[in-house]
Structures are given as C-alpha cells and as structure tokens.
C-alpha cells in the first residue's frame, strides 16, 4: 500500500538544538518526495523537494532508498521554525499535485 | 498573485443539507485538487481535475460528493446530504500546466462542520 508514515505527532525543542522530523514511506516505483509545512494560520506551502536537492531555511532531507525515509533536519532550531510539518509524496509521473500525505509533525521551537 | 482563494473559510451545516465549497485557482493554473483533513489526520487526496474534466476522482467517496471545474468561474465541491462525519477542513491546491518540476499551491482551506 502507498502510505507516508510520521511517527511523531509532536517534537518539542529548545532553541539552538538539532531537529530531525521522521518520515518513511512504502511506495511501489521511483515517488518523489516533498516536505510541506504550515505555519500558525497561514496555508499550507512547500518547504523542500527531493529532486531539487535544495537547502531552504536551514532545512535540509536526505532520500535513503534503502530505508525508505525522507527526514527533515536542521543543526540548530529556531523559535521561527515552529510549526506543522507533512512529508508527502507524489507518483514521480510528473503530477506533482496528487500527493499522499503523512499525519504531520508539529515541530514546538522553545526559547 | 493573490494565490489559491478558498471561500468560505467556515461553513456549518445541518446535517441533511448541502454544503458547497469554492476554489480559486492562482492566476495561469489551469490544473485542481481537492483534499480532506479530518482531524488527527493528513491530508487526503480527493480529486483533480482540469478545466471541464474529471482526471482523477479516485479519493471521493462513491455518494454525496461531486466536483466541478467549470471553463469560466471557480472550481466547486459539493456535499449533498451533508452528515457528521463529513466535518472536516476541505483543501484545495492548483498547478500549472507541464507537470514535471511544477508545484502545486493550497489554499487556506475550508472548515466544514456538520451539526
């Protein structure tokens, strides 16, 4: 079955700490792999995208084939960062809008 | 760009009646989607679709749902009959043409409680 599995509903930091947001996924074929994130009372918007190899904000996510995951990281959290994360995934077909998404991950940066 | 434009951001709805949610896509998108987020949960896939067609309606449930994209005017999604369970936040996203390294774009959402 596709599925995005996050296993954590809630990871609590303080500032400056290392943040790893975990993300595995089963998935028959090649999918490409995204983070999403959405902070307090605004939309939902792309974070990261494997293909792109991108560091955006700090963030970076590694594709581990073998393991089958895509975490999110960052060296040192800040109180900004606080928010929901989705990894999702998609076909790798070329439609990047029909995604499957994880339950999310709310990400608390503590001062 | 005023981006992906949902209205109305809450709707509440007896149950029995119908409940009808509108998406504007960004301005060149010509291409919809349609999530459902129950509570505790990610966001499920409903359906895509083009102008004037239904690509991919593989995540609506079979009765009660339907969706639109008409050629001029916003996209609609419609729930007839409308019960408890369907209480939920309703996402929409859009893309452009081409597919390959596109992204697709949400919108704030609708929050739609049945009571």
């Known amino acids: 079955a596709q599925r995005v ?7 609590s930091v303080f500032k400056g700490a290392p943040v790893e947001l ?3 996924y089963s998935y028959s074929g090649s999918p490409e792999l995204f983070w999403y994130v959405q902070y307090s009372r605004q939309r939902l918007q792309l974070l990261l995208r494997h293909i792109s190899r991108e560091s955006i904000k700090g963030f970076t996510a590694d594709l581990n084939k073998g393991e089958t995951s895509f975490h999110l990281k960052k060296p040192f959290a800040q109180e900004e960062d ?3 994360y989705y990894c999702a995934l998609t076909s790798g077909s070329g439609n990047t809008g029909k995604l499957i998404f994880g339950q999310g991950t709310t990400l608390q940066v503590k001062p | 760009n005023a981006g992906v434009m949902q209205n109305p951001r809450h709707l509440v709805r007896r149950r029995g009646q119908e409940a009808r949610l509108r998406c504007s896509p960004m301005k060149g998108h010509s291409h ?3 999530y459902r987020q129950l509570p505790e949960e990610g966001l499920k ?12 309606e593989s995540g609506m449930p079979k009765e009660r ?13 419609r729930i007839q009959q409308v019960v408890r369970g369907d209480s939920a936040a309703y996402f929409c996203a859009s893309s452009p043409p081409g597919g390959w390294n596109t992204e697709a774009f949400f919108g704030q959402g609708t929050r739609l409680t049945v009571v």
């Open chain 2, 32 to 34: 919809v989607y349609w």
């Open chain 2, 45 to 56: 896939f409903m359906v895509y679709l083009q102008k004037e067609n239904i690509i991919d």
């Open chain 1, 5 to 11: 599995t996050q296993p954590e509903k809630l990871l």
């Open chain 1, 22 to 24: 975990k993300c595995n």
């Open chain 2, 65 to 77: 749902f339907s969706a639109e994209f008409p050629k001029e005017g916003p996209s609609i999604l």
């Open chain 1, 82 to 84: 606080s928010a929901m």
